[in-house]
């Protein structure tokens, strides 16, 4: 049970990139946030139905909701919404790379704020873990001479740390708020807490498009069979990466959750026949050091 969380993670990074290969069809065709609505629309029936399925196979109930669980739920909810908005904006200023690589800065900023928010554990062999794979992925993203760019325009880049920290208070929400549930088991608190923060972003992310962008949001029920597959795959992916944060920190997933890069480069390779340089390479060599060093620590 102890390292449970490490196939559950793994999973769940080969879900999500199955899910954003699906969905890279719908943003061309429902734009940005009417792709994004979709994550959240469509899956939103298939985490309850997880639920429900948990419910019935192991005889349980719904966990109760404490009030620090919902505060720590929505923190969740609302911090992944405003670092997706940050990330694409920043993407607007900046590359798709530099964008990418203050991303994957994340871990390091979980294990932070889950040690000052949640007290959670934080020893030098883990933050040496957690540097060595991000470094492996920036070697994989950043092309030579763009490191000195993420330096370089305050603004853009304060954006892209920025997105990085809200998904890293994204994390830390889930995580807090699953640790909240007074009982139940790992997997019916994370699923639960999992439909509940898919019913609050279907409903605030809904209410935007339809005030803000009503053809995103019917475009998206028009597109049923594709925002179907993305939906189911997304929620799979996020009920692997709760299922994590129930077992072990927050820091732990989302460090092991950088071979999703990995991942990534798989299916360029299989799907479109895009060949991995030597600098991918080699990001993917220290990546995979560092995430060794981490099961070790």
Same mark, same amino acid.
């Given at each position: ?13 080969? =879900? ?32 309850? =139905? ?10 349980? *109930? @719904? ?12 923190? #969740? ?55 060595? &794979? ?23 880049? =304060? ?8 998904? $890293? ?7 807090? &708020? @699953?640790?909240?549930?007074?009982? #139940? ?7 639960? @807490? ?39 795959? $997304? ?12 077992? *072990? ?12 890069? @990995?991942? &990534? ?19 993917? $060599?220290?990546?995979?050091? $560092? ?7």
């Amino acid at each position: 049970m102890d390292h449970l969380w490490i196939p559950v993670t793994l999973a769940a990074a080969l =879900a999500q990139t199955g899910r954003n290969a699906t969905q890279r069809g719908l943003t061309e065709r429902l734009g940005t946030l009417g792709a994004t609505n979709v994550r959240f629309l469509f899956g939103l029936p298939f985490a309850c =139905a997880f639920l429900v399925l948990a419910l019935w196979l192991t005889n349980a *109930t @719904i966990p109760t909701l404490t009030p620090r669980a919902l505060i720590f739920t929505a923190l #969740g909810a609302a911090a992944q919404i405003a670092a997706t908005a940050l990330m694409l904006q920043a993407m607007r200023n900046q590359g798709f790379g530099l964008v990418t690589a203050w991303l994957k800065v994340e871990p390091v900023l979980v294990a932070l704020i889950g040690w000052a928010v949640l007290g959670e554990a934080l020893t030098l062999p883990m933050l040496a873990a957690i540097a060595v &794979a991000v470094g492996g992925v920036l070697v994989m993203t950043l092309k030579p001479g763009q490191g000195r760019s993420m330096l370089s325009g305050l603004a853009p880049s =304060a954006l892209g740390l920025a997105a990085g920290l809200a998904f $890293g208070l994204s994390a830390i929400g889930f995580r807090g &708020a @699953i640790t909240a549930l007074p009982e #139940g088991s790992f997997l019916i608190r994370a699923l639960t @807490i999992l439909a509940l923060t898919l019913a609050l972003q279907t409903l605030a992310l809904g209410l935007w498009l339809a005030v803000r962008d009503r053809p995103a949001l019917t475009g998206s029920l028009r597109a049923f069979a594709p925002s179907l597959a993305a939906g189911f795959l $997304g929620a799979l992916a996020s009920a692997g990466w709760f299922t994590g944060f129930a077992l *072990t920190t927050a820091a732990n997933v989302r460090t092991l959750a950088l071979v999703e890069v @990995i991942f &990534a480069l798989l299916v360029a390779r299989l799907a479109f026949g895009q060949r991995a340089s030597p600098r991918q390479l080699a990001g993917i $060599g220290i990546l995979l050091l $560092g995430v060794v060093l981490l099961l070790r620590a």
